[in-house]
């Protein structure tokens, strides 16, 4: 989710501004998403609720977020590096032996 996150927060959210009070509760919701992760050992015990968060957030860029970017932005002014989106991943970021 990470690189996810990054990727809005740089390339997608400032287009808004960081101030729009949308842009906020979006970035509230990443803060709270992030936190099942860090703050709770045994994540699997917290996959209810991050199942609900991320469907909460997903549901709420679609309705708002985007929207307000396809209603208030013309096509050529939405230009981002293909390099933003490419993550590649490696070992070290999967601790858990099922990914490795």
Request: charged fraction near 35%; aromatic fraction near 12%; hydrophobic fraction near 40%.
């Amino acid at each position: 989710m990470a690189p996810y996150f990054e990727i809005e927060e740089e390339y997608i959210f400032p287009i808004l501004g960081m101030e729009n009070e949308i842009i906020k509760k979006a970035l509230k919701l990443h803060r709270r998403i992030k936190k099942h992760f860090t703050k709770n050992i045994e994540v699997e015990k917290s996959l209810s609720p991050i199942e609900e968060d991320l469907e909460i957030l997903i549901r709420f860029e679609e309705k708002k977020i985007f929207t307000l970017i396809r209603n208030n932005m013309a096509s050529n002014q939405i230009t981002v590096s293909e390099k933003a989106f490419f993550h590649e991943l490696n070992d070290k970021e999967w601790h858990d032996l099922f990914w490795l």
